[in-house]
């Protein structure tokens, strides 16, 4: 009787024990499930966060030239590793141009006094006269081919005001704007031009010469167009 007595008692403290381990297995494997869904969660916050943040810095920084975001009244200066700024002349255009397959929206347009740090000094040889500090008119564009087909196409063929010229190889922000435009494809960015001769307190507008948009054979589909911009 004794010896069935402790077996019981044995089987008894010997089920309790299991139960007991699995209850916190289960709460260890839920506290687990737990750490690793909020791990997750923080892990996938972070990469859309740096993704937004690199979309972001691939519009609104160049290497080239510093951040004028912050530059809205005349007279503003902005500084950073790339150099130091002064807003000259703003203008508030921002409009669509259709030119054929293309639509070209031009925007923020401004005219600003650089000196550039020591370490682009150099790169600035071959765009102005005295490559120390120079003048320059930055413009931002989205180009859009609306077609089925690839076009080519420059936003900026000639860049013009009162008594100056630029082509589109004075562009020194160097986006990548010019060129072929797979079907639907859409690119944003922004161009820079050196002004040697223009006195930009003074300049009160300038005007924008696109190309042709030309076909896979460089045969031209539709003229270009020029546009006004006031400032």
Do not use: W
């Not at 869904?37 to 990469?47: C, G």
């Not at 993704?51 to 005349?74: F, G, R, W």
């Amino acid at each position: 009787m004794n010896y069935v007595l402790v077996t019981l008692l044995s089987a008894s403290l010997f089920l309790g024990g299991c139960a007991a381990n699995n209850e916190k297995q289960n709460a260890g494997s839920q506290d687990e499930s737990s750490t690793k869904t909020a791990e997750q969660s923080e892990t996938n916050q972070n990469t859309e966060a740096a993704k937004k943040e690199s979309t972001d810095n691939s519009i609104m920084d160049s290497p080239q030239a510093p951040d004028d975001t912050s530059l809205t009244e005349v007279g503003q200066t902005f500084e950073d590793q790339d150099g130091s700024i002064t807003l000259k002349a703003i203008s508030n255009y921002d409009e669509t141009t259709t030119i054929g397959d293309i639509e070209l929206t031009v925007s923020d347009v401004k005219a600003m006094n650089y000196s550039p740090s020591p370490d682009l000094v150099d790169f600035f040889h071959g765009y102005s006269d005295n490559e120390t500090q120079f003048n320059y008119v930055k413009l931002r564009v989205t180009v859009k081919n609306t077609s089925d087909q690839a076009v080519n196409f420059a936003p900026v063929s000639v860049l013009e005001t009162s008594n100056e010229k630029k082509g589109f190889e004075d562009d020194f922000y160097l986006e990548n704007l010019y060129g072929d435009y797979a079907p639907g494809e859409e690119k944003t960015g922004q161009l820079g031009f050196v002004l040697n001769k223009t006195d930009v307190e003074k300049l009160e507008s300038i005007t924008v010469h696109t190309s042709d948009v030309f076909d896979e054979k460089k045969e031209s589909l539709t003229k270009g167009k020029s546009i006004s911009i006031p400032f």
